[in-house]
């Protein structure tokens, strides 16, 4: 991997739906994601539907979605994620 390959994320959002989209390029960041999603989970007692996209052995996309956000607390779940991530930067798609 390329030292310059970070964890990006981009993120779309309609009315009461929110996405999340977090690339990783290698086993590290892959394992990092899925421990802070699960801490997560465990902290706000949310459960987003979760997809895999795989591109290559480590590298891919993971998402996360809320549908029917009424109460808008994806917001506070996405922000945690990028935190713990460390993603200073989230595209908009």
Same mark, same amino acid.
């Given at each position: ?28 960041? @892959?394992? @990092?994601i899925?421990?802070?999603?699960n ?17 290559? @052995?480590?590298e ?9 956000d009424?109460? @808008? ?21």
């Open positions: 991997m390329s030292e310059n390959m970070c964890i990006q994320a981009i993120h779309e959002m309609e009315e009461r739906y929110s996405r999340l989209v977090i690339e990783y390029h290698d086993r590290e960041q @892959k394992e @990092k899925f421990h802070t999603v801490d997560a989970i465990n902290k706000f007692h949310l459960h987003p539907m979760q997809m895999m996209e795989p591109q290559g @052995k480590f891919g996309k993971y998402c996360l979605e809320f549908h029917d009424y109460r @808008k607390e994806a917001g506070e779940f996405f922000e945690y994620i990028l935190k713990d991530l460390d993603i200073k930067h989230c595209e908009l798609g």
